[in-house]
């Protein structure tokens, strides 16, 4: 087999759980985007992210603990959905011979 035909059918077969774990991890770090937010604007300028929301919500100004705990649990849920079409996506496809 040529060096193409290696990478294709050896190579990049081989590397898919590691793209995987890639991409699920920082898919998951861009849903909880809060420092750079929190150092640069304070949330000013409509640049408010979900996790600076649940931060100013329940441990600034209003701590209002509920309300917060149940937009991390709608936070929880969205990565999770995320997570389990990325799976699905990626799942090694059996050729049956």
């Known amino acids: 087999a040529g060096k193409i035909r ?3 059918s050896i190579t990049l077969p081989l590397l898919r759980p590691v793209a ?7 898919s998951i770090k861009s849903f909880q985007v809060f ?3 929190f150092v640069m604007t304070k949330g000013k300028f409509e640049t408010s992210t979900m996790v600076y929301f649940i931060y100013e919500t329940g441990l600034t100004t209003k701590f209002e603990f509920g309300y917060a705990s149940a937009a991390a649990y709608v936070l929880f849920i969205i990565i999770a959905v995320f997570a389990a079409i990325q799976f699905t996506l990626f799942r090694k496809r059996q050729a049956v011979w």
Not at 20 to 26: A, G, R, S, T
Request: hydrophobic fraction near 75%.
């Open 6 to 8: 290696q990478f294709f």
């Open 20 to 26: 995987l774990f890639i991409i699920v991890i920082n």
């Open 35 to 37: 420092a750079e937010i």
